[in-house]
C-alpha cells in the first residue's frame, strides 16, 4: 500500500459545455497516490461527462488536467498510456471476444509486438504473449472469474461483465483508475464483493476515483467525496462532512441514505460515453 | 397418426427406394449418368441408394435400442431417419426434373424412377415420428487416433466429392449431385456427428490443417490431366486469397471496403506492366517473388492512400470512398493508354500474352507427368496459388491470435472502448487496410500470370460485391468459413452457366436466405467455437458420469436376478 500522499492528478478549472448546457462548470480535483475518491451527485450533474474530460474522450472547453505534474495528453489512447484506466456507466466489453481476450486487449498500450513479430512469431510476440497471458490470468483470478476465462463476455452474467471491465482496465497497469458506477445493478452482495475489491485495488498502490448513487458503498469506501450539483462542486470533503451538509442532503439525499439512489433505471439510461 | 403403423410404412417405403436402383430410371443413356440399366445401379442411383439405407437403417435401429445400451442415446435415431428420408424423396425430386429436362418431359423418366420417389415419400412419413431426444454423439470422448482417422476420412470424401463435381460438365448431373450432398449433410447434421467432428477438429487443429492442405495438394492428381477443371480451380484459390486478406478488414476490423478488388488489379497490373509481355511498358528482370512483393507494396500504397484521409471518420463514408475508389481506378486503368494518359497499361485492352513463369528451369506453360499422371500448365499455377493462399492463411491466422488481432476485433465490437483502452484504433485500422491490400497485391501478381492477361474490366464493382460476399457467407472472422464461401461463389456460376441469366437473382435470394437463418454465416467465428468447447468438457464429463451410472444400473440389473 502506498504511503505517498503527494498529489496524482490535479484537474483545474475544468469547464465542459455543450452548446449552451454547461455540463461541467469549473470543477477543481486533486487526487493523491492511493486514494479512494468518491464522485456524487444527481442524475444529469455531469460526473460522467467530468470522466470523458478526464480521459481525453472530450476536450475542456476550459480547464488543465495533470497527471504527475504532466499535462495528459488530449487523445484517450494516450490518457491510459500516461496511466489513467476506466470503466464505463454503460458497460462496454467486447462482446464476441473471450473474457482473456477482452482483458488482454487493456495489455495492448504496454506491449510492443508488431505485425512482422506476429506474422513470423518472433520471440517478442512469443515473450509477451506468454507474459500478457499470465498476468491476464492473474487479474481474471483477482477480480474472481478465473473460471470464465473462455466465456464469451457477451454470456458473462451482469456482475461479472462489470467485474471483466475493471480487470480490463486494471491491465492496462493504471496509477489512476475511474470507476463510473460500478455497482449499478448489483445486488446487496455483489455490491460488497465490489467494496472488497475496490480496497483490494487500492491496497495495489493505485488509486481511485469511483462515481457512484449508492450513498452507504460511497461513504464506507472513500476518504474523499466531491458532490457535483448542475456541473458545479457542491462540496468537496471527507465522507463525513459530505454525509452531514445539510446543502448536500437538500441537493442529493432528499430520501434516506440507506434506501440507495432514487432512480437508478433513470441513471442507467442517460447517454454516455 | 400411429407410431405402431407409421414406422412399418416409412421402412417399406426406405426398403422400396433401395430397392428401385435395380431399376433403370431414365429412359436414354445420355441422360444424367446412364440410369438404364437393370441390376446396374449408376453412381447417381447409389447416392439415392445411400439416403434409403441410412433411413432405413435409422428406422430399424428403433427396434434394437435396448440392446444397444448406452450407444441407443448417441444418435437421434428419429431425426436422422426423418433427415435421410426427407434428403431422399428431395433428391428423386431433383433426379426426376433432370431427366425430364435433359430428355424432354416426364415420358423419359422409367418406373425406377417414380418408384425411387414413392418409396421416398414413404419412408418420408417418418416425418411424423417422435422427435428423438438430443443425441450425444457430440459428447464422445474419442481416442486421439479416432478423432484423426475422422478428419483424414473426411478430407478424403471431400476430395472424392469435389473431384466429381467439378468433372460433372453439364449443370444437371453437377446439380443433381449438389443436391445429394446437401441431403447428406442434412443427414449427418440430424445424427449430431458434425457437432462431434468440429470439436475432434478442434482438438487437433494441425492434423486438420495438413490433411486439408494434403487433399488440395492432391486435387491434381483426380483430373487425368484434363486442364479445364484446373482452371476453375485456380480461378477459386486466387478468389478465396482476395477473399481472406478482405477478411482482415471487413471479419475482423468491421470496417466496409466496397472496393477491394481494385488492390487485387493493382497487383495484377504491376506484375503485368513487369513482366516479360511484349506489351508490358516497364519490363524488368526480377525472379517472381520479388515482383509479388512489389505488386503487394504497390497495392498496399494504395491503401495507405485511401485510407489516411479516411479511416479517421465513421465506417459509411468507407464504404462510399471505396466504392469510388473501385470505380476510379478500373477507369484509371483504362485511362493510361497513351492518348488520355501515359501509356502504361495500353488502356481497355490491358496486357495480354504474359509469359509463363520460369522458377529455376521449371517451366510453368509446360506439362509435366508425376505418377504418371499428367499435370497440366493450370496444375503448375494451382500448386503455386496453393502456396501462396497457404502464406496468406498463415498471416491472417498469426495475426489473428496476436496483439494486433485482439485489436482489430476490440475495434469491430466497440471502436471507442477500444480507444479508451489503450487501443491505436487509427494506427491499426490502417494497418488493416494496407495489410488487406497487400495480400490482395499478392494474389494478383500470381492472377496476371496465371490469366496470361489483365485487362480493366476484370476489375469491376460486381467482383468486389462477390468477395464481400464470399465473407458474409462463409462467416465472417474465420479461415474456413470464407474459403467455403469463396468455393461456393466461383464454382456455382462456373458450373451453372445454364442459368447464367438468373445468376444475380439466385444469388441475392441466397443471400436472403443466409441473412434471414444463419446470420453469422456457414462457420460461425472460432471464438464462439471456443466457448462451445468450453461448455463442451463440462457436457463431457456430465455424459461420462450418466454413462457410468448407466452401465452400473446394466450390471446391476444383471446381477439382480
Ligand atoms: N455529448 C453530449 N452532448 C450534449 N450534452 C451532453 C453530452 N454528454 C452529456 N451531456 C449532458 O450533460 C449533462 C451531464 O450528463 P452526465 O452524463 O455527465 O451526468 P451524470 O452525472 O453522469 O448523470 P448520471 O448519474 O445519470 O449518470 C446532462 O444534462 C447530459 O444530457
Ligand atoms: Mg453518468
Same mark, same amino acid.
Given at each position: 500500500?502506498?504511503?505517498?500522499?503527494?498529489?496524482?492528478?490535479?484537474?483545474?478549472?475544468?469547464?465542459?459545455?455543450?452548446?449552451?448546457?454547461?455540463?461541467?462548470?469549473?470543477?477543481?480535483?486533486?487526487?493523491?497516490?492511493?486514494?479512494?475518491?468518491?464522485?456524487?451527485?444527481?442524475?444529469?450533474?455531469?460526473?460522467?461527462?467530468?470522466?470523458?474530460?478526464?480521459?481525453?474522450?472530450?476536450?475542456?472547453?476550459?480547464?488543465?488536467?495533470?497527471?504527475?505534474?504532466?499535462?495528459?495528453?488530449?487523445?484517450?489512447?494516450?490518457?491510459?498510456?500516461?496511466?489513467?484506466?476506466?470503466?464505463?456507466?454503460?458497460?462496454?466489453?467486447?462482446?464476441?471476444?473471450?473474457?482473456?481476450?477482452?482483458?488482454?486487449?487493456?495489455?495492448?498500450?504496454?506491449?510492443?509486438?508488431?505485425?512482422?513479430?506476429?506474422?513470423?512469431?518472433?520471440?517478442?510476440?512469443?515473450?509477451?504473449?506468454?507474459?500478457?497471458?499470465?498476468?491476464?490470468?492473474?487479474?481474471?483470478?483477482?477480480?474472481?472469474?478465473?473460471?470464465?476465462?473462455?466465456?464469451?463476455?457477451?454470456?458473462?452474467?451482469?456482475?461479472?461483465?462489470?467485474?471483466?471491465?475493471?480487470?480490463?482496465?486494471?491491465?492496462?497497469?493504471?496509477?489512476?483508475?475511474?470507476?463510473?458506477?460500478?455497482?449499478?445493478?448489483?445486488?446487496?452482495?455483489?455490491?460488497?464483493?465490489?467494496?472488497?475489491?475496490?480496497?483490494?485495488?487500492?491496497?495495489?498502490?493505485?488509486?481511485?476515483?469511483?462515481?457512484?448513487?449508492?450513498?452507504?458503498?460511497?461513504?464506507?469506501?472513500?476518504?474523499?467525496?466531491?458532490?457535483?450539483?448542475?456541473?458545479?462542486?457542491?462540496?468537496?470533503?471527507?465522507?463525513?462532512?459530505?454525509?452531514?451538509?445539510?446543502?448536500?442532503?437538500?441537493?442529493?439525499?432528499?430520501?434516506?441514505?440507506?434506501?440507495?439512489?432514487?432512480?437508478?433505471?433513470?441513471?442507467?439510461?442517460?447517454?454516455?460515453? | 397418426?400411429?407410431?405402431?403403423?407409421?414406422?412399418?410404412?416409412?421402412?417399406?417405403?426406405?426398403?422400396?427406394?433401395?430397392?428401385?436402383?435395380?431399376?433403370?430410371?431414365?429412359?436414354?443413356?445420355?441422360?444424367?449418368?446412364?440410369?438404364?440399366?437393370?441390376?446396374?445401379?449408376?453412381?447417381?442411383?447409389?447416392?439415392?441408394?445411400?439416403?434409403?439405407?441410412?433411413?432405413?437403417?435409422?428406422?430399424?435401429?428403433?427396434?434394437?435400442?435396448?440392446?444397444?445400451?448406452?450407444?441407443?442415446?448417441?444418435?437421434?435415431?428419429?431425426?436422422?431417419?426423418?433427415?435421410?428420408?426427407?434428403?431422399?424423396?428431395?433428391?428423386?425430386?431433383?433426379?426426376?426434373?433432370?431427366?425430364?429436362?435433359?430428355?424432354?418431359?416426364?415420358?423419359?423418366?422409367?418406373?425406377?424412377?417414380?418408384?425411387?420417389?414413392?418409396?421416398?415419400?414413404?419412408?418420408?412419413?417418418?416425418?411424423?415420428?417422435?422427435?428423438?431426444?438430443?443425441?450425444?454423439?457430440?459428447?464422445?470422448?474419442?481416442?486421439?487416433?479416432?478423432?484423426?482417422?475422422?478428419?483424414?476420412?473426411?478430407?478424403?470424401?471431400?476430395?472424392?466429392?469435389?473431384?466429381?463435381?467439378?468433372?460433372?460438365?453439364?449443370?444437371?448431373?453437377?446439380?443433381?449431385?449438389?443436391?445429394?450432398?446437401?441431403?447428406?449433410?442434412?443427414?449427418?447434421?440430424?445424427?449430431?456427428?458434425?457437432?462431434?467432428?468440429?470439436?475432434?477438429?478442434?482438438?487437433?487443429?494441425?492434423?486438420?490443417?495438413?490433411?486439408?492442405?494434403?487433399?488440395?495438394?492432391?486435387?491434381?492428381?483426380?483430373?487425368?490431366?484434363?486442364?479445364?477443371?484446373?482452371?476453375?480451380?485456380?480461378?477459386?484459390?486466387?478468389?478465396?486469397?482476395?477473399?481472406?486478406?478482405?477478411?482482415?478488414?471487413?471479419?475482423?476490423?468491421?470496417?466496409?471496403?466496397?472496393?477491394?478488388?481494385?488492390?487485387?488489379?493493382?497487383?495484377?497490373?504491376?506484375?503485368?506492366?513487369?513482366?516479360?509481355?511484349?506489351?508490358?511498358?516497364?519490363?524488368?528482370?526480377?525472379?517472381?517473388?520479388?515482383?509479388?512483393?512489389?505488386?503487394?507494396?504497390?497495392?498496399?500504397?494504395?491503401?495507405?492512400?485511401?485510407?489516411?484521409?479516411?479511416?479517421?471518420?465513421?465506417?459509411?463514408?468507407?464504404?462510399? &470512398?471505396?466504392?469510388?475508389?473501385?470505380?476510379?481506378?478500373?477507369?484509371?486503368?483504362?485511362?493510361?493508354?497513351?492518348?488520355?494518359?501515359?501509356?502504361?497499361?495500353?488502356?481497355?485492352?490491358?496486357?495480354?500474352?504474359?509469359?509463363?513463369?520460369?522458377?529455376?528451369?521449371?517451366?510453368?506453360?509446360?506439362?509435366?507427368?508425376?505418377?504418371?499422371?499428367?499435370?497440366?500448365?493450370?496444375?503448375?499455377?494451382?500448386?503455386?496459388?496453393?502456396?501462396?493462399?497457404?502464406?496468406?492463411?498463415? &498471416?491472417?491466422?498469426?495475426?489473428?491470435?496476436?496483439?494486433?488481432?485482439?485489436?482489430?476485433?476490440?475495434?469491430?465490437?466497440?471502436?471507442?472502448?477500444?480507444?479508451?483502452?489503450?487501443?491505436?484504433?487509427?494506427?491499426?485500422?490502417?494497418? #488493416?487496410?494496407?495489410?488487406?491490400?497487400?495480400?490482395?497485391?499478392?494474389?494478383?501478381?500470381?492472377?496476371?500470370?496465371?490469366?496470361?492477361?489483365?485487362?480493366?474490366?476484370?476489375?469491376?464493382?460486381?467482383?468486389?460485391?462477390?468477395?464481400?460476399?464470399?465473407?458474409?457467407?462463409?462467416?465472417?472472422?474465420?479461415?474456413?468459413?470464407?474459403?467455403?464461401? #469463396?468455393?461456393?461463389?466461383?464454382?456455382?456460376?462456373?458450373?451453372?452457366?445454364?442459368?447464367?441469366?438468373?445468376?444475380?437473382?439466385?444469388?441475392?435470394?441466397?443471400?436472403?436466405?443466409?441473412?434471414?437463418?444463419?446470420?453469422?454465416?456457414?462457420?460461425?467465428?472460432?471464438?464462439?467455437?471456443?466457448?462451445?468447447?468450453?461448455?463442451?468438457?463440462?457436457?463431457?464429463?456430465?455424459?461420462?458420469?450418466?454413462?457410468?451410472?448407466?452401465?452400473?444400473?446394466?450390471?446391476?440389473?444383471?446381477?439382480?436376478?
Amino acid at each position: 500500500m502506498s504511503t505517498d500522499r503527494s498529489v496524482l492528478l490535479d484537474a483545474a478549472h475544468v469547464t465542459m459545455r455543450f452548446g449552451g448546457l454547461t455540463a461541467v462548470d469549473d470543477v477543481s480535483l486533486q487526487i493523491h497516490h492511493g486514494e479512494i475518491v468518491g464522485l456524487i451527485g444527481p442524475n444529469g450533474a455531469g460526473k460522467t461527462t467530468f470522466f470523458n474530460c478526464l480521459t481525453g474522450l472530450y476536450k475542456p472547453t476550459s480547464g488543465a488536467v495533470t497527471l504527475n505534474g504532466e499535462p495528459l495528453p488530449p487523445q484517450p489512447r494516450l490518457v491510459v498510456k500516461a496511466g489513467v484506466a476506466r470503466t464505463f456507466q454503460n458497460i462496454r466489453l467486447f462482446h464476441d471476444m473471450t473474457a482473456l481476450e477482452n482483458v488482454m486487449v487493456g495489455t495492448y498500450c504496454r506491449t510492443k509486438t508488431n505485425a512482422i513479430d506476429a506474422i513470423f512469431r518472433l520471440p517478442r510476440h512469443r515473450q509477451e504473449e506468454k507474459v500478457s497471458t499470465e498476468l491476464c490470468k492473474g487479474w481474471l483470478d483477482f477480480v474472481g472469474l478465473a473460471d470464465k476465462a473462455n466465456t464469451l463476455a457477451r454470456n458473462l452474467p451482469y456482475g461479472d461483465q462489470r467485474r471483466l471491465e475493471i480487470a480490463r482496465a486494471l491491465a492496462t497497469k493504471p496509477s489512476l483508475l475511474l470507476l463510473d458506477e460500478p455497482t449499478a445493478g448489483m445486488n446487496p452482495n455483489e455490491t460488497r464483493q465490489a467494496e472488497d475489491l475496490i480496497f483490494r485495488i487500492r491496497d495495489l498502490g493505485l488509486a481511485i476515483l469511483v462515481i457512484e448513487h449508492d450513498m452507504r458503498f460511497i461513504f464506507s469506501l472513500c476518504d474523499r467525496v466531491l458532490c457535483l450539483v448542475q456541473g458545479a462542486v457542491l462540496i468537496d470533503g471527507t465522507g463525513d462532512e459530505v454525509q452531514h451538509d445539510p446543502r448536500v442532503i437538500e441537493a442529493y439525499l432528499g430520501s434516506p441514505a440507506e434506501d440507495g439512489p432514487p432512480g437508478m433505471a433513470e441513471a442507467a439510461e442517460v447517454p454516455n460515453a | 397418426m400411429n407410431e405402431n403403423l407409421l414406422r412399418p410404412v416409412a421402412i417399406a417405403g426406405a426398403g422400396l427406394g433401395i430397392a428401385s436402383i435395380f431399376l433403370p430410371w431414365a429412359y436414354g443413356p445420355r441422360i444424367l449418368d446412364d440410369m438404364t440399366y437393370y441390376f446396374g445401379p449408376s453412381f447417381l442411383q447409389v447416392c439415392y441408394a445411400l439416403l434409403a439405407v441410412v433411413a432405413l437403417a435409422c428406422l430399424v435401429a428403433h427396434f434394437f435400442l435396448d440392446r444397444m445400451s448406452w450407444f441407443a442415446r448417441v444418435i437421434a435415431w428419429n431425426d436422422a431417419a426423418k433427415a435421410a428420408s426427407l434428403g431422399a424423396v428431395g433428391y428423386a425430386i431433383a433426379v426426376i426434373i433432370a431427366i425430364a429436362v435433359g430428355g424432354g418431359g416426364l415420358i423419359n423418366v422409367e418406373p425406377g424412377g417414380w418408384l425411387a420417389l414413392g418409396g421416398g415419400a414413404l419412408a418420408a412419413v417418418s416425418w411424423f415420428l417422435p422427435a428423438s431426444k438430443a443425441p450425444i454423439f457430440e459428447r464422445l470422448r474419442c481416442p486421439k487416433w479416432v478423432q484423426i482417422l475422422a478428419i483424414a476420412a473426411v478430407m478424403a470424401v471431400l476430395l472424392f466429392a469435389a473431384a466429381f463435381a467439378l468433372n460433372q460438365s453439364e449443370a444437371d448431373g453437377f446439380l443433381v449431385f449438389a443436391v445429394f450432398l446437401g441431403a447428406a449433410i442434412f443427414t449427418f447434421h440430424a445424427t449430431g456427428f458434425f457437432g462431434w467432428l468440429s470439436l475432434a477438429a478442434a482438438n487437433n487443429r494441425k492434423v486438420l490443417v495438413i490433411s486439408a492442405f494434403t487433399v488440395a495438394f492432391a486435387f491434381p492428381f483426380t483430373q487425368n490431366g484434363s486442364d479445364a477443371n484446373m482452371s476453375v480451380a485456380a480461378q477459386v484459390l486466387t478468389f478465396a486469397a482476395t477473399a481472406i486478406g478482405l477478411n482482415i478488414v471487413v471479419g475482423l476490423v468491421g470496417l466496409l471496403d466496397l472496393g477491394y478488388i481494385a488492390f487485387l488489379g493493382a497487383g495484377a497490373f504491376t506484375a503485368a506492366v513487369m513482366s516479360k509481355s511484349v506489351f508490358a511498358t516497364l519490363s524488368v528482370d526480377l525472379p517472381f517473388p520479388v515482383v509479388a512483393l512489389i505488386s503487394g507494396t504497390v497495392a498496399a500504397l494504395f491503401g495507405l492512400l485511401i485510407g489516411t484521409p479516411t479511416l479517421r471518420v465513421s465506417g459509411d463514408y468507407l464504404a462510399i &470512398v471505396t466504392l469510388a475508389f473501385g470505380e476510379i481506378f478500373r477507369i484509371t486503368m483504362i485511362n493510361l493508354d497513351g492518348t488520355d494518359g501515359p501509356n502504361i497499361t495500353h488502356g481497355s485492352n490491358g496486357v495480354p500474352s504474359i509469359p509463363n513463369l520460369d522458377f529455376f528451369g521449371f517451366d510453368f506453360g509446360q506439362s509435366h507427368e508425376i505418377f504418371g499422371i499428367q499435370i497440366g500448365r493450370f496444375s503448375n499455377y494451382y500448386w503455386l496459388l496453393l502456396l501462396v493462399i497457404g502464406l496468406i492463411i498463415l &498471416v491472417f491466422a498469426n495475426l489473428n491470435h496476436s496483439r494486433i488481432g485482439r485489436g482489430w476485433v476490440a475495434i469491430r465490437e466497440d471502436e471507442m472502448a477500444a480507444e479508451s483502452m489503450g487501443v491505436n484504433t487509427f494506427g491499426l485500422k490502417l494497418l #488493416a487496410f494496407a495489410g488487406g491490400a497487400f495480400l490482395a497485391g499478392v494474389a494478383g501478381s500470381v492472377k496476371a500470370y496465371t490469366d496470361t492477361s489483365v485487362s480493366p474490366d476484370q476489375y469491376v464493382f460486381l467482383e468486389s460485391a462477390f468477395l464481400l460476399a464470399a465473407v458474409v457467407l462463409g462467416g465472417m472472422g474465420t479461415i474456413m468459413g470464407v474459403l467455403i464461401g #469463396a468455393t461456393l461463389l466461383k464454382l456455382l456460376p462456373e458450373k451453372l452457366r445454364y442459368f447464367e441469366d438468373y445468376r444475380l437473382l439466385l444469388f441475392g435470394a441466397l443471400m436472403v436466405v443466409m441473412m434471414r437463418f444463419r446470420p453469422e454465416g456457414i462457420i460461425a467465428d472460432e471464438r464462439r467455437q471456443l466457448e462451445f468447447h468450453d461448455t463442451d468438457e463440462e457436457l463431457a464429463e456430465e455424459v461420462e458420469e450418466d454413462l457410468t451410472t448407466h452401465h452400473a444400473h446394466l450390471n446391476a440389473d444383471k446381477e439382480l436376478p
